[in-house]
C-alpha cells in the first residue's frame, strides 16, 4: 500500500506543478497582452498617448511676453527716472526717446 500512496503522491505533486504552470503561463499571457495593448498599432502606426498640461504652451508665451515687456518698461523707469534724475512720467513719453534718437543722430 505504500507503493500506491507514493505513486498517488507524486501524481497529486505532479498535476499539482502542472497546474502552477499553467496558472503562471495564464498569468504571463495576460501581462504580455496588456503590455501589447499599451503598444498596439492601429493600421501600424503606435498609438500616442497626449498629456494635458494644467499651463498649456501658449499660455506660457503669453505670459513670458507679458513679462518681459513689463521688465521692459521697468528698466526704462529705473534707468531713466533713478539714473537719468529724469522724471518717472517723462520715462514713458514718446517725445522723451524721440529727443533721444534726435541726439544720436544729431538731427
Not at 61 to 75: Q, T, Y
Request: cysteine-free; glycine content about 4%; overall charge negative.
Amino acid at each position: 500500500m505504500s507503493k500506491h500512496s507514493n505513486e498517488q503522491t507524486k501524481a497529486k505533486i505532479k498535476d499539482e506543478h502542472e497546474e502552477v504552470e499553467a496558472t503562471s503561463e495564464t498569468t504571463s499571457i495576460k501581462k504580455a497582452e496588456q503590455s501589447n495593448e499599451q503598444t498596439d498599432t492601429t493600421e501600424g502606426k503606435f498609438k500616442i498617448n497626449f498629456r494635458t498640461r494644467k499651463f498649456p504652451i501658449w499660455l506660457r508665451i503669453i505670459v513670458v511676453l507679458i513679462l518681459l515687456i513689463i521688465s521692459l518698461l521697468l528698466g526704462l523707469i529705473v534707468g531713466y527716472a533713478f539714473f537719468g534724475d529724469g522724471e518717472v512720467v517723462d520715462a514713458l513719453k514718446i517725445e522723451t526717446y524721440q529727443h533721444i534718437l534726435d541726439i544720436i543722430n544729431k538731427e
